[in-house]
């Protein structure tokens, strides 16, 4: 497939200059109604009623590129195997041998809103790549990988607790995307940062790299929360991230500045958003919350959005149809016309 047939855009637009949609917790799926303990998962059950069919299917039919995995580290294996859920309902562990594999595991919550389509990274990332292969005109597919922590409350009734992210964690963690993804295939900070002295300083003067020079190639960016020592951590000997798979999040001011979260677009964080796209950052915003913003009928958040020019914009709800349980049904957050790329309404001129 050439790029004339597949995310068709203007010659000479650069990373930043584009938009697109991605999913948020991309591999979650529906808890059975009996294993939804308000005890572990809070008074709003409803806030865990959604689900995402394979990520193969969300970046072709759904026309997303971008996914978010959630990620638990399971060093020796079989750490997740037992979800407190399973075990109040005496339904016995997870039967899948997997879950007895060492590595990095994909799910939500090990113990209450624990089911997933891919519970393994690798086989997320092998999932990703078939497709990118087979689809190689492709704009590149930003993965967020959100590293989790213990759940408070499994502390306290023996469910997961879970490991820190420690150097050596985090240094399996490129090794695990580097088995799957080689270097031509992986859009780096160093690729970015080239022979600029700071990733931030790139980004911002001689800017991201044309998109047609980096089309079939994946990016990663890491979501660690209020958890900064995992940042630290991960750039500990190399501020600009030399060497390093993914790109951090941190604020504007610092080397390793490049890709910045911003999750809510309302409001005056709409202008904050923008002011960051015009200087050169990536950001990412989500365009609904599960399932309030559905269920409140706010078809204006998505609106907010994709006008703030954030580069990406997670959602629940990429395609017509899927908030059929909520508000009044016709909740959606696409770009126009469902396609899966469109220029940034801010950073090039163009008609929303």
């Known amino acids: 497939m050439t790029t004339t047939d597949l995310d068709a855009l203007p010659s000479g637009l650069r990373l930043n200059q584009i938009q697109f949609m991605a999913t948020h917790n991309s591999c979650h799926q529906l808890m059975p109604p009996d294993e939804r303990f308000a005890f572990l998962m809070g008074d709003n059950l409803d806030s865990y009623r959604y689900e995402h069919p394979p990520i193969d299917v969300q970046l072709g039919q759904q026309h997303v590129r971008g996914v978010e995995l959630d990620l638990y580290p399971d060093p020796a294996g079989g750490r997740y195997r037992y979800p407190l859920a399973r075990r109040w309902q005496r339904r016995g562990p997870r039967p899948e041998k997997l879950w007895d594999a060492p590595g990095f595991k994909v799910m939500h919550a090990p113990d209450a809103d624990y089911r997933t389509s891919c519970p393994t990274l690798t086989g997320a990332l092998r999932t990703i790549k078939a497709w990118s292969l087979a689809h190689q005109g492709h704009v590149p597919i930003v993965v967020q990988l959100e590293l989790k922590a213990s759940w408070p409350w499994a502390l306290v009734t023996g469910g997961a607790r879970v490991p820190r992210w420690t150097p050596a964690v985090l240094d399996d963690l490129d090794a695990e995307v580097r088995r799957v993804f080689d270097d031509a295939a992986l859009l780096t900070p160093d690729r970015v940062r080239g022979v600029a002295p700071t990733l931030e300083e790139a980004v911002l003067t001689t800017g991201w790299p044309l998109v047609d020079d980096v089309r079939g190639t994946v990016l990663f960016f890491l979501d660690y929360g209020d958890q900064d020592y995992i940042r630290d951590n991960y750039r500990h000997g190399r501020p600009s991230l030399l060497g390093r798979v993914a790109f951090t999040t941190p604020p ?73 349980r909520w508000g009044d049904g016709r909740f959606v957050a696409q770009l126009p016309g469902g396609v899966a790329v469109r220029p940034n309404p801010i950073t090039v001129s163009c008609q929303p």
Not at 274 to 283: A, E, K, M, N, P
Not at 301 to 315: C, D, E, F, V
């Open 252 to 324: 504007p001011g610092h080397e390793d500045s490049a890709f910045i979260m911003h999750n809510d677009p309302r409001g005056p964080n709409a202008e904050r958003i923008t002011d960051l796209v015009r200087r050169g950052y990536l950001v990412r915003t989500r365009s609904d919350e599960p399932v309030s913003t559905a269920k409140r009928n706010e078809h204006d958040r998505p609106a907010a959005a994709l006008a703030s020019g954030a580069h990406m914009i997670s959602t629940d709800f990429p395609k017509p149809g899927l908030a059929f």
